[in-house]
């Protein structure tokens, strides 16, 4: 054991020797497997950025809501054209189900539309128009910048108030703040009673309150559309998280007998919930990762076939130095040790500098994508390259233990 | 008491279909505190006898004992320890590692000995000493002259205390009296009590030595002692 410390001691003191001796062509080794380090580290950084920004803007939805909608969100049992066949949810279904339901904690209904906003000359498209009433507020956990949600009374007025999320705010009013202002959707003025704190994350796209302007859902029918136009979602919230289910099978149970369906008949409407959500963008992640494995474990398969090239070429450069150091007494297994060791050491190097790219990058990076360095991503970096160095120097180490020294030393 | 016994050694090299004897028979006996040259023509087998003698190469057929121990029947790893701890080497070229400094040149050995760093480096200096290069421990090959790095090689055959020394043409590369610089410090070598087996192409080197081997066509043509061996002058090395 402690000649075989010796061993190892003595070894890397020879490979930095010889790395410092060789310092330009060391330096072309590291590039290999500075770039697949990099692509390595870089890449599980952006797959974890990806995965936590996910995670962070479903758990956004809140784990103890339910959304009763014509729709399945993330189903795949039921086939599209039979959901599509359902009769629309409407504002008897709501009103009926609220009437009945004892457990939820909160119930909203809800109803999208697009339209155009204005505020004096800017203009803002695509966004958005969330139609609910004032219980809206109390099934979500949206905070305040300024402001407040609409009140039951405005709600039931049908008032034309509005709560703007913060990226439209930032749009509509890039100077200041838009509380009390007249803002346009189409051609309806709307007055600004509420202006939200940021919420979401940017992976929910248009569902991220962020992006979404909320009126009261009277509104909606009264200016931009029929009442039967478009199928309405009941936001549900439990209580909390252990009673989801059991507000789950309530909303069954009234559902079935609001929209009169027999003993026989399949349920009509679908019952969704953040895990459908959650497991699909696990599918997605996996399916990013193992693409991204791949691309990441060629990158580093290709420095290691260029590192066993240049070590091979060393090996061959020092065939007289190998020579050497047999005649005067290094052991196969010494010459070998050496070698690997070198490889090593180099690709130790070039998977630090290679972490120190990834790092840059990554910083530079999360200003426009989330990304997370973490220490697990230091620890890959250096187990990947000692492993690639340990693999890629073992055959040339292992010709040059095998020279004849007699050969060798004959070698020019 | 004799360090090295060989009887009947052959090296056959197989090249092409025909078999090229580089030593067909020879034996020989080389005794403690012995001065010994070889000579012969280009092609006599005196570097194949050099490298088994040094044990980097196998015979193809005879027994060769070093010190009481069959060399013939050992495997690499033991080679590689009596070449390290019985032998020291000294080639016509040099042989240093190119890009280290002498000190490291000469401490090599030791650290395939497992010398531990504080005492090995005390050891090669003091061998650097020795052959007088205490101002040249920490130049490189390529800064020193021929006869300087002869002499970090002869520092590195030295430093591990060997049985025996074998120089195979040591003064082929030097001029006339940077190689007669060589011999006054193989003598000193010699008298301190080393054995020496030194091959030469050149008579009055040869006559350094206290016995001559003549090789022809891979035998022993002769085998005889100097009558009156040249003693070299101590002169300042520089
Ligand atoms: N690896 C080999 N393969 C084939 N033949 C070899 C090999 N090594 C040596 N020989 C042959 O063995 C013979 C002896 O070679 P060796 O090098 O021992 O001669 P030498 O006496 O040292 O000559 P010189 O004075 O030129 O150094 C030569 O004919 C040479 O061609
Ligand atoms: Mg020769």
Redesign the interface.
Known sequence: MKNFLFELKESLLIALYAIRANKVRSMLTTLGIIIGVTSVVLMSTAIKGIDNAFQEGVSSLGSDNLYIDKWAWFNNDIPWWEMRNRKNLDMDDYNKYEDLAKLPAAIAPTIWTNKKIKFKERNVEGIMISGTTYNYINTTNLTFESGRFFNDFESRGARNVSVIGYTVAKQLFPLGNGLGQEIKIGDVKFKVVGVLDEQGSWVMGNFNPDNQVFIPIDCVFKYFQGEKFRSITINVRAPNSTSVEAVKEEAIGIMRRVRGLSYSEDNDFSINQQDGLLSTINQTIGVIQIAGLFITGLALFVGAIGIMNIMFVSVKERTREIGVRKAIGAKNRTILTQFIMEAAVICLMGGMIGLGIAVTLSMIVNQYLPTAVQADSVILAVVISLLTGVLSGFAPAYTASKLDPVEALRYE | MNIITIEHIAKIYQVGTEEVHALADVSMTIGKNEYVAIMGPSGSGKSTLM?IL?C??TPTKGIYDFNGVNVSEMN??EL??I???EIG?V?QTF??????NAL?NVE??L????MPSSERKERAMEALINVGLENRVYHRPNELSGGQRQRVAIA?ALV?RPSIILADEPTGNLDTKTGQEIMILFNEIYEAGNTIILVTHEEYIAEHAERIIRLRDGFVEKNEKVENRFIPQKRELH
């Open positions: 490298n040094g980097l190469d690499d790893n590689a320890a070449r390290n701890k080497f080639f042989n240093l590692l190119p890009r280290s490291h090599l050995p650290i395939y000995a497992g590195r591990t």
